[in-house]
């Protein structure tokens, strides 16, 4: 706890006098994010602090892998899928960019096949990175290079998963919205960008 009003502390003494009108403003007229970014729960993988964003800027949805789920109805609650529908529907974002990292534990998890029955809620949703392994055919499963393709390969998938969503495949239609793809590397800062003309991976310099 002491930690957290340390920060917030920091937070009044250094960030807000900079950021005060910005936030004024940002109350006063609500928000209007020109992307919404989809990423890991990790927390090496901050999107506000990788992209150097200012308040108001990005719309964020967090979870175990940055995945996409299926478009579906039916029992329980769908959180992820409630907030591309928030930010491409009320927020009208003008792109969704799906940010992958380096050294994903559940991308990991689900490379190695470990069998988690004393989960409750993690062992299905990690499933979800199944057909992105299938993708990749006969893999060595224990090579590094196995888990980085994976990871790129999740990022691909999730974004086929986006034009599942038939809010979203109108407006990628319409020309108001663009979906990207990108991965962070933790060990050493640097960022690939997803050509999508040609299916590859490019580092950003």
């Not at 920091?10 to 007229?29: I, K, M, N, V």
């Not at 989960?119 to 006969?138: H, K, N, S, V």
């Not at 050493?188 to 050509?195: K, S, V």
Request: glycine letters at 10%; aromatic letters at 8%.
């Amino acid at each position: 706890m002491e930690r957290l009003i340390d920060g917030y502390r920091r937070f009044r003494g250094a960030h807000w006098p900079e950021y005060r009108d910005l936030y004024r403003e940002l109350s006063q007229y609500g928000q209007k994010p020109p992307v919404l970014v989809i990423a890991c729960s990790d927390s090496r993988v901050d999107p506000a602090v990788i992209f150097d964003a200012a308040p108001g800027e990005m719309f964020v949805v967090r979870n175990v892998a940055n995945l996409v789920p299926p478009a579906e109805k039916g029992d329980g609650l769908h959180g992820t899928s409630a907030a591309l529908e928030f930010a491409v529907r009320v927020l009208k974002v003008g792109m969704i960019l799906v940010l992958g990292h380096a050294d994903c534990g559940g991308v990991s998890s689900a490379l190695r096949g470990m069998p988690m029955d004393d989960f409750e809620y993690l062992d299905d949703w990690i499933g979800l990175i199944d057909p992105a392994l299938q993708r990749l055919g006969d893999i060595d499963r224990q090579a590094p290079e196995s888990k980085e393709a994976l990871e790129r390969e999740s990022i691909r998938l999730s974004l086929d998963r986006l034009m599942t969503f038939p809010f979203i495949a109108k407006a990628v239609e319409a020309g108001d919205l663009t979906l990207q793809g990108a991965r962070f590397r933790v060990f050493d800062g640097r960022l690939e960008w997803l050509d999508k003309g040609v299916g590859t991976f490019e580092r950003v310099t």
